[in-house]
């Protein structure tokens, strides 16, 4: 490992692209392996072993890149993956969860705290949990929004129909004066304006593909592992599955064209462990 490896980051599917945008216009000249594990997507229906084993396999492969970090991009795996994952690797692991709730906390004013992701991040209640560790007088409030992943993918940013489901899934949360929402899904940043919208421009958007880009950054700093090229650096796209929209819904996220992707076979995977 050197200052020129590259970072790596995964995700149970596609939404982690999200988090290669924000780590591409952070870190501009850093190399990034990403991938993307959509033949088994989603995670968020799996049992925590599962997800657990999976993201043990998503890593390793990782690690065959030879990569500096890993930033694991799926709310799921973060909650509950990253202790099996920081004993197994001897890389720094960074999750989507510790970065975010600690950014909620320093932009709250009143500890009010509102939380939107999918039924397994809500149910799991990692955000609520990392959140009550800096300050247990802090009001939570969360709330699943699994429409809003079709959606994104979808490329309904402006839709009317996604304007009345943000407004359905988000009234409660503007009932209970909330003053920042953690935006705790990876496909969530797409659909921002539309969220902000609902909430009111009172309501301060975290998102915690920002905040853990911001850890890397540190990071790096910190270790003096930056990469020192002067341009911008290269992004490896390989996915478990490759789907005929993949491209399209890639570009989206990215908000730039992606040319090549490769697809990693689910057997070498399971191998790695």
């Known amino acids: 490992m050197s200052n020129v490896s590259p970072v790596g980051i995964f995700d149970s599917g596609i939404g ?54 890993i930033i694991v991009a799926c709310n799921t795996a973060s909650s509950v993956a990253l202790p099996a994952l920081r004993e197994r690797f001897d890389v ?11 950014l909620a906390v320093e932009k709250s004013k009143n500890g009010k705290i509102g939380v939107i992701g999918t039924n397994a991040t809500v149910n799991n209640k990692a955000y609520s949990t990392e959140l009550l560790k800096y300050d247990t007088r802090l009001e939570i409030f969360e709330k699943a929004c699994p429409l809003f992943v079709p959606l994104a993918e979808e490329g309904w940013i402006d839709h009317k129909a996604t304007k009345l489901i943000a407004d359905e899934y988000l009234h ?21 304006g539309v969220i902000q919208s609902s909430v ?9 593909g920002v905040a853990a880009s911001l850890v890397v950054k540190n990071y790096l700093e910190k270790e003096n592992l930056l990469n020192p090229q002067t341009g911008n650096g290269k992004i490896d796209f ?11 819904i890639a570009g989206r996220f990215l908000g730039k064209p992606v040319d090549e992707i490769k697809k990693v076979d689910v057997d070498e995977l399971v191998k790695l462990i």
């Open 92 to 102: 720094p692991v960074i999750g989507m969860i510790e970065p975010g709730a600690k």
């Open 200 to 208: 009111g421009n009172n309501v301060e958007l975290i998102d915690s």
């Open 16 to 69: 982690g692209l999200t988090v290669v945008k924000k780590i591409s216009s952070i870190l501009p000249s850093e190399n990034i392996v990403y991938f993307g594990d959509t033949a088994r997507v989603p995670y968020g229906t799996k049992s925590n072993d599962t997800v657990i084993e999976y993201a043990l396999q998503d890593a390793a492969y990782l690690l065959t890149h030879h990569v500096k970090l």
């Open 238 to 248: 390989y996915v478990s599955d490759l789907s005929s929209k993949f491209k399209e």
């Open 172 to 192: 409660g949360l503007k009932e209970h004066e909330i003053d920042t929402l953690i935006l705790g899904c990876t496909h969530y940043p797409i659909l921002s």
